[in-house]
């Protein structure tokens, strides 16, 4: 699920400094919510796993036909 940004001093299970806008990450799991900080904390990139759970998960993408 969408969550408004955050980020933590503590980087959780992260390798590197990254905000956080999706309560399924695990990275974003791993941090307790005492230590989120609203916000993304720039410059720091958007976590990549959060950007992945953004993207829609459907079986048959309309994209497929769209594109030819
Ligand atoms: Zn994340």
Redesign the pocket.
């Known amino acids: 699920m969408r969550i408004p940004p955050f980020y933590s001093p503590l980087r959780g299970i ?1 390798l590197t400094d ?5 309560d399924e ?4 799991r791993s941090i307790a919510p005492a230590d989120r900080v609203p916000g993304t904390g720039q410059p720091r990139p ?5 950007a992945l ?1 953004d993207r829609p998960v459907t079986a048959f993408s309309p994209a497929h036909r769209a594109g030819r």
């Open positions: 992260a990254v905000w956080h806008d999706n990450c695990p990275v974003a958007r976590c990549p796993y959060c759970l």
